[in-house]
Antibody, heavy 122, light 107 residues
């Protein structure tokens, strides 16, 4: 069974940093692109970032570009999101999601983890 | 960047009703359009991919259609477990993007 388990969320002050992790199991991790998607409580979904199977392709939403860094360690079956210069508007539930291919265009997200909450507040 | 718009943003329907949700892309996205269902407190799950392909395990009352810029998700006979929020998502180009969602509630 494919499992994605996020961790690393929490309360951080504006301007602070946080590193999210996503532990993957039940599939060959290094065959698939991976993504981070966030959701403000009670609001819609926002794609944050994606990374191809070999880290050769990486993209970000404009809202996080220059502040967030996505990475992966295929040896550890793990996906990461380093979040710097955090703002109140980054407060959300952050989901890790598996792509259906090694490259992330023309595909879809399946499955998703259960998410890790991030709160940016003083 | 491609903007995705959904309508309606919410609807109220009864068990057994036929429900249609529309999604429009701000530019051509071919068939690179996916539909997700999110039940409160749960992660989204894919229902339809590539505009009209039914994900394995998803009931056949769900169907998708469209190409180019206009797409539709149809639930042929609404069931109690279908009351949820539905999102469309384009995978044609980055940044990937979602519609604002359609919340389906019980009438």
């Amino acid at each position: 069974e494919v499992q994605l388990v996020e961790s690393g969320g929490g309360l951080v002050q504006p301007g602070g940093s946080l590193r999210l992790s996503c532990a993957a199991s039940g599939f060959t991790f290094n065959d698939y692109a991976m993504h981070w998607v966030r959701q403000v409580p009670g609001k819609g979904l926002e794609w944050v970032s994606g990374i191809s199977w070999n880290s050769g392709n990486i993209d970000y939403a404009d809202s996080v570009k220059g502040r967030f860094t996505i990475s992966r360690d295929n040896a550890k079956n793990s996906l990461y999101l380093q979040m710097n210069s955090l703002r109140a508007e980054d407060t959300a539930l952050y989901y890790c999601a598996k792509d259906t291919s090694g490259w992330y265009r023309s595909n879809w997200f399946d499955p998703w983890g259960q998410g890790t909450p991030v709160t940016v507040s003083s | 960047d491609i903007q995705m718009s959904q309508s309606p943003s919410s609807l109220s329907a009864s068990v057994g009703d036929r429900v249609t949700i529309t999604c429009r892309a701000s530019e051509f996205i071919s068939i690179h359009l996916n539909w997700y269902q999110q039940i409160p407190g749960k992660a989204p799950k894919v229902l339809i991919y590539a505009a009209s392909s039914l994900q394995s395990g998803v009931p056949s009352r769900f169907s998708g259609s469209g190409s180019g810029t206009d797409f539709t998700l149809t639930i042929s006979s609404l069931q109690p477990e279908d009351f949820a929020t539905y999102y469309c998502q384009q995978s044609h180009s980055t940044p990937l993007s979602f519609g604002g969602g359609t919340k389906v509630t019980i009438k």
